[in-house]
């Protein structure tokens, strides 16, 4: 099983540019919150679960660093992996690459929490979402 995963591939449009012909902080936040959906399916938040209303997801900190300019026309991919899992918390590394020149541009943690989704509070995760982020869990090693 493959523990880093593409959760997003686009495209920068160059209404996604700022004054310097540069992305904005806009379209990295739009592509990387598209990524965490993504993330979530992977390990078992589908879609069909959260409209169920078993549980809820919650980001509750998610830092963005910016490493390398990306200009419109530039085609990207995100891949993820799962950092650190506990009953009720994941955490996903996030890395945005220029698909073409396979330079990293962005990185993203994302810190999301298991809740109810009628008292608000978190809760553990299903047995079997915990287990497949943990079968996921990934350290990758230092560069």
Not at 46 to 75: H, W
Not at 79 to 104: D, G, M, P, R
Not at 135 to 142: R, S, V
Request: net charge neutral; glycine share 4%; hydrophobic share 40%.
């Amino acid at each position: 099983m493959n523990k880093v995963f593409v959760t997003a591939r686009g495209t920068v449009h160059s209404w996604q540019c700022d004054h310097m012909g540069h992305v904005n902080i806009n379209a990295y936040g739009a592509l990387f919150e598209q990524s965490i959906w993504h993330a979530f399916n992977h390990i078992g938040i589908t879609p069909s679960l959260l409209r169920r209303g078993e549980i809820a997801m919650a980001t509750v900190e998610q830092n963005i660093r910016y490493l390398k300019e990306l200009q419109r026309g530039d085609v990207v991919t995100i891949q993820s992996y799962v950092a650190n899992i506990t009953h009720k918390v994941v955490t996903f590394e996030k890395e945005l690459y220029n698909a073409e020149t396979n330079e990293l541009c962005a990185t993203c943690t994302i810190v999301a929490v298991c809740l109810n989704p009628i008292s608000r509070k978190s809760r553990p995760f299903p047995i079997e979402i915990y287990n497949m982020a943990l079968a996921l869990e990934y350290q990758k090693p230092e560069e």
